[in-house]
């Protein structure tokens, strides 16, 4: 078992000792989702399951609907449902690495540049590859895919 299935796991048990009802309902949320992504995407390609790289993906995208929901159920004037999302994003972001600042972002980009020897525009799938597999949960990759095309047509 990978070590975010096992924190999971681990998170579910304490919410139900606690009789935590949110943080249990958030939780099966996420198990829910990882399990519907080893079925679309793990055993298609003949694997059981996905990868943390790839669950720590999956996280920061149900992070960023959270956010959208927000924006739009406050403008809806349903705080309360917009502070149901803001609980969701709390417990998601517990399993996600620290966020890393502009320098490091920039950084990375530049080790695996140098390392893949990406060279021009033609290189970048290869350069966001190994950016996704080594920094999943680091960075928005949506952010590092514009860096990336500054770097290489620099």
């Known amino acids: 078992m990978s070590t975010l299935r096992a924190a999971f796991t681990e998170t579910m048990k304490t919410a139900m000792r606690e009789k935590d009802p949110a943080t249990l309902s958030a939780i099966r949320m996420v198990q829910a989702a990882v399990k519907q992504k080893d079925i679309d995407v793990a055993r298609p390609r003949g694997d059981q399951a996905i990868s943390d790289a790839e669950i720590l993906s ?6 960023k609907q959270r956010r ?60 966001m590859t190994a950016l996704k597999e080594r920094y999943a949960g680091q960075m928005d990759f949506s952010k590092a895919n514009g860096l990336v095309k500054t770097a290489l047509q620099g």
């Open 58 to 63: 999956l996280l920061m995208g149900m992070v």
């Open 68 to 127: 959208e929901s927000i924006t739009l159920y406050e403008q809806g004037g349903r705080a309360d449902l917009a502070a149901q999302e803001a609980a969701e994003i709390d417990l998601i972001e517990r399993f996600l690495p620290a966020p890393m600042d502009d320098a490091a972002v920039a950084a990375a980009i530049q080790g695996i540049i140098s390392e893949t020897g990406a060279s021009s525009v033609k290189d970048m799938g290869k350069v």
